[in-house]
């Protein structure tokens, strides 16, 4: 693996090395990722040798790889505040939809 896990590893990197834990392999992470948006193992060691954060952008189909195993707060804490907005809006969402079946 290219990374380990330890002191000064930055946290979204911990999730995705968990996310690489669950599915076995940074190959077998990177399949089930591009079944939704592209994705290759260069793609995943690159966050890793890099420092690179998991682009909020592909964090929720990693997360979804993983059956919500991780969590995108997990995986980008950085954008806790967007995550939270974002799952507000979804249940206010939900809520209409339910209202409008009734």
């Known amino acids: 693996m290219a ?3 330890g002191p000064g590893i930055p946290l979204g990197h911990v999730a995705l090395l968990d996310a690489i ?8 992470l990177a399949r089930r990722v591009n079944e939704y948006v592209p994705c290759n193992t260069a793609r995943i ?3 890793l040798r890099n420092g690179t954060a998991v682009p909020p952008l592909i964090a929720p189909f990693i997360a979804e790889a993983v059956g919500n195993r991780v969590t995108v707060l997990r995986l980008c804490p ?3 505040q967007g995550w939270r907005r974002l799952d507000r809006q979804l249940a206010a969402e939900r809520r209409m939809r ?3 079946l009734e």
């Open 78 to 80: 950085e954008y806790a």
């Open 45 to 47: 060691d690159r966050w």
């Open 98 to 100: 339910r209202k409008r």
């Open 21 to 28: 834990d669950l599915c076995g392999s940074i190959g077998e």
């Open 3 to 5: 990374c380990a896990r």
